[in-house]
């Protein structure tokens, strides 16, 4: 498949909001390994998009930028607490610590 992105993230749930959770866990797991990540913080996040792809895209980048912000979060664990299909709108809580090498 083309893509401009360096990887590809694929992902399965029960449902569409749990697929949406786990590429958010498979972008943080090309990153570090999570087993060594400990839940010290809970950081919130809101995405918003045009269509599903959109919010897809925009869900993923509130997440990278959560790693590359003051926080430097790597979440081990993301919970959507809201997922909008009408609006295409997510809000998600994100559990885990600062980045340290």
Partial sequence: MDHTA??????WGADL???FEQVGMAMYGYMTELE???IKEKLEIVAEGDDLDGLL???LDELLFLFSADS???SKK?????????EFRIKA???GESFDL
Wanted: a negative charge; charged letters at 25%.
């Fill in 6 to 11: 360096d990887v590809q993230l694929h992902s």
């Fill in 17 to 19: 909001k749990e697929a």
């Fill in 36 to 38: 060594t990540v400990e």
């Fill in 57 to 59: 895209f925009h869900f």
């Fill in 72 to 74: 430097f979060l790597i």
């Fill in 78 to 86: 993301i919970i959507i607490d809201e997922f909008n299909l009408d």
């Fill in 93 to 95: 809580s994100c559990y």
